[in-house]
């Protein structure tokens, strides 16, 4: 177990619509990191967020914003669905302890499947 | 930008061979870290294995290991005793202090009985 939590695990919706992806880091982390994974491809990094604030962007779109809340969970906003935004999307959380790296910490992912 | 490449999309191993997965990335730092993710059919992420970019001493985990050369920019995987439950794609990727990680294409590892 990871210690990153995603929810939901799956998620199909149509076209246009907005869904919204949550995630809870592991305790005592405060980066969460948000990425994409089409299918058979690499992960695509979206958005980084450090203690509520936004920290850098990847290759987000418009369509897509994310928060960090003061709890330290976050969520990803995407709208305006398109068939080509389905994907398995990751939150992950930055490990800072001694002996561990900066390795990322992985949640199970979303699977999103837009109709 | 930071970029990381793996030439060799799909790779197949016999059960308890050893098998090399290629990895090479682009930076101007010179203070980093390196990874090795697995990405089994679950589609869970896990780390395998890391490589502080200041350590010369290649890290080792159980089977795994890996072959660092820092001037070649060279970060291999090596997977000793292959078992089935090795089959998976396997990422490298390269992060620094505080930034976000950035992923290879990954390579898809198959293990033959």
């Known amino acids: 177990d990871s210690g990153v939590t995603q929810t939901p695990k799956h998620l199909i919706t149509a076209t246009g619509q907005r869904v919204t992806l949550r995630c809870s880091p592991r305790?005592?982390?405060?980066?969460v990191y948000w990425y994409q994974q089409s299918l058979d491809q690499g992960l695509q990094f979206l958005i980084q967020?450090?203690?509520?604030?936004?920290?850098a962007k990847g290759n987000i779109l418009e369509r897509f914003s994310a928060q960090q809340f003061p709890d330290l969970h976050s969520e990803l906003n995407l709208s305006s669905l398109e068939l080509g935004d389905s994907a398995l999307y990751f939150c992950?959380?930055?490990?800072?302890?001694?002996?561990?790296?900066?390795?990322?910490?992985f949640g199970s992912g979303t699977r999103l499947t837009v109709v | 930008a930071q970029t990381v490449t793996q030439s060799q999309p799909e790779m197949s191993v016999q059960e308890a061979e050893t098998v090399t997965l290629s990895c090479t990335y682009d930076?101007?730092?010179?203070?980093?870290?390196l990874f090795w993710y697995k990405q089994p059919p679950s589609r869970q992420m896990i780390l395998v294995i890391r490589?502080?970019?200041?350590?010369?001493q290649n890290a080792t985990e159980n089977r795994f290991s890996v072959n660092f050369q820092k001037a070649a920019k060279s970060f291999s995987l090596k997977i000793s005793d292959s078992q089935l439950g090795d089959a998976a794609m396997y990422f490298c990727?390269?992060?620094?202090?505080?930034?976000?990680?950035?992923f290879g294409a990954g390579t898809r590892l198959t293990v033959k009985p």
């Open positions: 992950a959380s930055s490990v800072v302890s001694q002996g561990e790296g900066l390795a990322l910490s």
């Open positions: 305790s005592g982390d405060l980066s």
């Open positions: 967020y450090y203690n509520g604030e936004e920290r």
């Open positions: 930076t101007s730092e010179s203070d980093y870290y």
């Open positions: 490589q502080e970019a200041y350590k010369q």
């Open positions: 990727a390269y992060r620094r202090s505080g930034n976000d990680m950035r």
